[in-house]
């Protein structure tokens, strides 16, 4: 009874702090709570499509919708190989992907490396020229592209859509690279000139080996755009090049009500990549950041 | 010494020049040059000289004038509710909890995602039959039938539908660029701020919105772009239907190439879109781009 008027003072007395501690706590509760809620939010849709293609096949596009399978199958993933050529469009989308990377990665960097090093009112041009460039869109582009493969020959070969995508590749590869090869010292190339090593020897010997995580950089990002790449494989592939992303598009109209299989094949072909991306996030996000701080 | 930099500098990027050459300026080229001739892809050879009459008919035609008006929709309903909701998740990711860098790796994985992907995700699941969307609204209640909106074929939903979709696939790419730019703001200023009293909404206003202006337009720019030219999301979802409800002008250009056969049509009407386009950007690029700086 006694100590009771002390214990107020002391209670008032602490109450403040109290307060503002427990504001603090509340508030990052809040803030973690409502992150999770919209992070959810965001992979919950590929989640669902990751368990819509372990269900058994008539399971996919039952009514009402399942959640999470009642049995686990793989029924998709084989179904898949009897409806379309899958396996095919994938070694397609790999073969016109990966070597367009490999030809825009060099390219691109060879002429970042051109321009970072040389002042030049030639390369100041043509670095403001890529950047216009970046600027058009492929869609309209890919008219004129369109006649010019024709004229060409090339309409449904693997060769067509490496060299469209080489293109689209190529000013872009420049920007990124450029950002990197401007923080690789002069000094390295400058002392590889002094041992009697060419321009393009103090390049390939001395500046690639340094730049690797701005290639790897420039890779993932022109490998992606090749790899997820629709527009220009519709337009300009029939039978012998189409990739996988109009393949799996073909399921939806061909096999309407059976979307099992489709669920399997967009799985196919986006999960390694998913997977992927998590393992190099530095570059993705040195990637992104750096692409978007430039422009 | 200077005539030689500018030999040496032009023989490195000879390669990238000639690519972008044949595949790139030369297809620009063409495709002016097209915009003025009646083509018809059947019959190339008979083409007629028609001067502005395919800019003429597109900007007078009534199904232009509605994947123009669509386009306009689009890029300001998606990007503005990417940028609104990738700003929230930007500010929020900026709190470092526990787990939270966990979170931001797992939102970075969509990013990597093919936009066709995207659009087949949302077919399934805005599917009025099967499709998971209209259950879920049906069980908490806001609409009375599971199979009562018709996201895809109902031409008041069709445009909002493929939006959706796009929202999705790309607020991550907004959250962390904005998240990168609140990163690089120095720690002092939010400090020096505290001793000064300001409270949480100060802060925002006058340190890190100020601070990630040119990071957040760069990021509008780069998604203003990508919206305009959008085709995969569409085309896998409504191919513009029901009707012209969600035609874009990707989408009609396609159309009018490969249906119709159009092919002076098409480029009247790309070169049109790239005019526009390139007026929005020099906008965007005059208010923020400074030159690069050579630290020589």
Known sequence: MNDLPLRKTELSKRIPVNAAKLKRKLWLIFVIVLTCLLALLFLGPYVYLLLTSLKPSAEAVSTPPTLWPSTFSFENYRNMFDYLPVGKYFINSLVTAGASTIISVLVGALAAYGISRFTSVTGNYFLLFTLVIRMVPMISIAIPMYMIIKDMGLLDTQLALILVYTSVNVPFAIWLMIGFLDSVPKEFDEAARIDGCSWLGAFIRVILPVSLPGLATTAIFTFMLAWNDFLFSLLMTSTQAKTATVGISEFLTAYNLDLGPMTAAAVSFSLPVMIFSLFVQRYIVSGMTLGAVKE | ?296
Request: proline letters at 4%.
């Open chain 2, 1 to 296: 010494m200077k005539l030689k930099n500018g030999a040496l500098s032009t023989m490195f990027f000879m390669p990238a020049a000639l690519f972008m050459g044949v595949f790139l300026v030369y297809p620009i080229l063409l495709l002016l040059k097209d915009s003025f001739f009646q083509i018809d892809l059947m019959n190339p050879a008979a083409r007629e000289f028609v001067g502005l009459a395919n800019y003429i008919d597109s900007l007078t035609s009534d199904r232009f004038l509605k994947a123009l008006g669509n386009t306009v929709v689009y890029i300001i309903v998606a990007v503005g509710a990417e940028f609104i909701i990738g700003l929230i998740l930007a500010l929020l990711l900026s709190n470092a909890f526990k787990g939270s860098q966990i979170i931001r790796t797992v939102l970075l994985s969509p990013l990597m995602l093919a936009p066709l992907v995207s659009g087949l995700i949302w077919k399934f699941m805005l599917n009025d039959q099967f499709g998971i969307i209209n259950w879920v609204l049906y069980k908490i209640g806001i609409i009375s039938d599971p199979h009562q909106i018709l996201w895809l074929s109902d031409s008041r939903f069709a445009l909002i539908s493929t939006i959706i979709a796009d929202i999705w696939l790309t607020t991550p790419f907004i959250m962390l660029v904005l998240l990168a730019g609140i990163q690089g703001i120095s720690k002092s200023l939010y400090e020096s701020a505290d001793i000064d009293g300001a409270n949480k909404w100060h802060k925002f206003r006058y340190i890190t919105v100020p601070s990630i202006i040119p990071v957040a337009s760069v990021a509008l720019l780069i998604r203003i772009i990508d919206a305009a030219r959008t085709f995969d999301i569409v085309w896998v979802l409504t191919q513009g239907g029901p009707g012209f409800s969600s035609e874009l002008l990707s989408t009609y250009m396609y159309k009018t190439l490969t249906r119709y056969g159009q092919v002076g049509q098409s480029s009247a009407m790309a070169v049109i879109f790239i005019i526009i386009l390139l007026v929005l950007s020099s906008f965007f690029i005059s208010k923020i781009w400074s030159p690069r700086k050579k630290n020589a």
